[in-house]
């Protein structure tokens, strides 16, 4: 089985930042095809940023340009740097592998004050 812990997650103000992290273990042997997912109050999981290639990486419409993905095989962990955040961006954060998904973590809440 594969454990996914999600943490970073704040209360923050319009315009900043924060970085995001999931750390993987247990029988996973590589952090490719991983992804962040996003879900708003009321509103279903959605895609937020996720490399399936190395080097190739996908971003949301809403998100591209103030938010960026990264992993570190090495420590089996997953980032995601998010700047000039928006009250739109809040939500609850999951990482999971991307088209077949894992058991899914608790996530990290991001709230956005305006």
């Known amino acids: 089985q594969v454990q996914l812990v999600e943490s970073g997650g704040d209360l923050v103000q319009a315009g900043g930042s924060l970085r995001l992290s999931c750390a993987a273990s247990?029988?996973?042997?590589?952090?490719?095809?991983m992804g962040w997912y996003r879900q708003a109050p009321g509103k279903q999981r959605e895609f937020i940023a996720g490399?399936?290639?190395?080097?190739?990486?996908n971003y949301a419409d809403s998100v591209k340009g103030r938010f960026a993905f990264s992993r570190d095989n090495a420590k089996k962990t997953v980032y995601l740097q998010m700047n000039s955040l928006k009250p739109e961006d809040t939500g609850v954060y999951y990482c999971?592998?991307?088209?077949?998904?894992?058991?899914w973590g608790q996530g990290t809440q991001v709230t956005v004050s305006s």
């Open positions: 999971n592998r991307i088209g077949n998904p894992f058991s």
């Open positions: 490399s399936v290639t190395a080097g190739l990486t």
């Open positions: 247990g029988r996973i042997q590589s952090l490719n095809s």
